[in-house]
Each structure stands twice: as C-alpha cells, then as structure tokens.
C-alpha cells in the first residue's frame, strides 16, 4: 500500500471517530427532549433522570414553620394545668418544633400536640401532675425528637456548642420560671405570652438546661 492510500485510509478512521465523539459530547450535555423522556418513560415505567435541585423536606418545613404561630401556655385554649405550670413543657414544644420534631399547620394543632405529649408523659411518669420535668429525654422523644440532656443544672456562663439547645431557668423573688435560650444565655422565646413575663422581664438568670438534640424519632 503506498502512502496515499494510507494517508486515505486514516483520513476515514479519523472522520469516523469525529462523528462517534461529536455524538457521544451531544447526548451527555444536550438536554432531552420532552419526546425522548416520554421514550424512556414507556420503556421502563420510570423515568431516568431527576431533576437537579429538589427542595428537602426540612426547607419545605421551615416555610410551614415559619408561617404558624406557636401558642403561648397561657392561650385559653390549653388545659388550666398547661396554662399556670407548663413553661418547661411548652419550651420543650418549641425546640422540638423547630428543630422539625413534628409538623402542624395551625397552633391548633400545636396545642392538641402538646396536650397529647403531657397526658402520655404523666401516665408514663416522665413528668409530675405540677408538670415538673422528670426525664427530659423521654419526653423530648414523644415530641419526635432524640436529644440528650447534661442531667444537671449548668451554669448560665455555659455555652451551647454544635446542635445543642437551651432552656434559661429565670428567678424573679420566689417565681421560677423557663424560657428558651438563643444558645448564648440569652432569653430567645418567653413561653408565657408575647408581652413576656415579669419573671423573664425583671429577674435573672440562675442556671439553664442544655439538651444535645441528636436527631428524630423514626
């Protein structure tokens, strides 16, 4: 074979490996067409590529979080009990609900949350009939949440680290009272109503609950 012929020959390999490659570039970076993914839908039952970005379910939920107001404990709507001793509970409520232990569209639903979690916590002796918290992990549980208590009273100087949360333990003269820390020592919610209570108003801080939240109750 002479050397034109050779030249020929990988003329035609080369023009054949152009074709193939400019295929296989079109249909990796090419989106399909709306025809080829009916294609590919009949063929197999499912289709065969997912879209890029789906929002998760806890974006989803923070649109839905953000949108209800939770109920403070002294919203007639609660039982008398709730309403004159429920601070840690409900503060437990709210953590849990932001941290996506549960969903609820309306403080309705909140409410009747809540109600349900102290009736299967006082049959269970997670809390007392004054609504005192017995075993905090238990009953961060009924709200769906896993967390982890130190089991003692922190100092208010103690900072939360990484998924840790916080409830500030108020004094104001011989009135206790909870509230839910910003993980600073600071009051971020005041369970009592939405003007606040004197206690978190005018008393101090004496010590605060820390809970290292660990996930969600499958």
Same mark, same amino acid.
């Given at each position: 074979?002479?050397?034109?012929? !050779?030249?020929?020959?990988?003329?035609?390999?080369?023009?054949?490996?152009?074709?193939?490659?400019?295929?296989? %570039?079109?249909?990796? !970076?090419?989106? =399909?067409?709306?025809?080829? %993914?009916?294609?590919?839908?009949?063929?197999?039952? %499912?289709?065969?590529?997912?879209?890029?970005?789906?929002?998760?379910?806890?974006?989803?939920?923070?649109?839905?979080?953000?949108? *209800?107001?939770?109920?403070?404990?002294?919203?007639?709507?609660?039982?008398?009990?709730?309403?004159?001793?429920? +601070?840690?509970? %409900? +503060?437990?409520?709210?953590?849990?609900?932001?941290?996506?232990?549960?969903?609820?569209?309306?403080?309705?639903? !909140?409410?009747?949350?809540?109600?349900? *979690?102290?009736?299967?916590?006082?049959?269970? @002796?997670?809390?007392?009939?004054?609504?005192?918290?017995?075993?905090?992990? =238990? *009953?961060? !549980?009924?709200?769906?949440?896993?967390? *982890?208590?130190?089991? =003692?009273?922190?100092?208010?100087?103690?900072? +939360?680290?990484?998924?840790?949360?916080?409830?500030?333990?108020?004094?104001?003269?011989?009135? @206790?009272?909870?509230?839910?820390?910003?993980?600073?020592?600071?009051?971020?919610?005041?369970?009592?109503?939405?003007?606040?209570?004197?206690?978190?108003?005018?008393?101090?801080?004496?010590?605060?609950?820390?809970?290292?939240? =660990?996930?969600?109750?499958?």
């Amino acid at each position: 074979m002479n050397l034109q012929n !050779i030249l020929k020959s990988l003329k035609n390999v080369f023009m054949v490996f152009l074709k193939s490659g400019k295929k296989l %570039v079109q249909s990796t !970076i090419m989106p =399909k067409t709306s025809k080829q %993914v009916e294609d590919n839908q009949s063929s197999s039952g %499912v289709p065969q590529f997912q879209p890029e970005l789906q929002p998760s379910q806890e974006s989803s939920s923070s649109i839905l979080h953000s949108a *209800v107001k939770f109920p403070y404990q002294t919203d007639e709507r609660f039982k008398i009990d709730i309403q004159k001793w429920g +601070c840690a509970l %409900v +503060c437990i409520a709210k953590i849990s609900y932001e941290e996506f232990g549960f969903n609820a569209a309306t403080s309705e639903e !909140i409410i009747q949350k809540i109600e349900a *979690v102290k009736t299967l916590a006082m049959k269970a @002796g997670y809390i007392d009939s004054e609504l005192t918290i017995l075993d905090y992990d =238990k *009953v961060f !549980i009924l709200f769906g949440i896993i967390a *982890v208590y130190t089991d =003692k009273h922190e100092p208010i100087y103690m900072m +939360c680290e990484n998924r840790e949360r916080e409830m500030l333990y108020m004094m104001y003269g011989e009135v @206790g009272h909870f509230v839910v820390g910003t993980g600073l020592s600071a009051i971020a919610w005041d369970p009592y109503s939405e003007q606040g209570s004197r206690t978190a108003k005018n008393g101090n801080a004496i010590n605060k609950r820390i809970f290292d939240i =660990k996930g969600w109750v499958a």
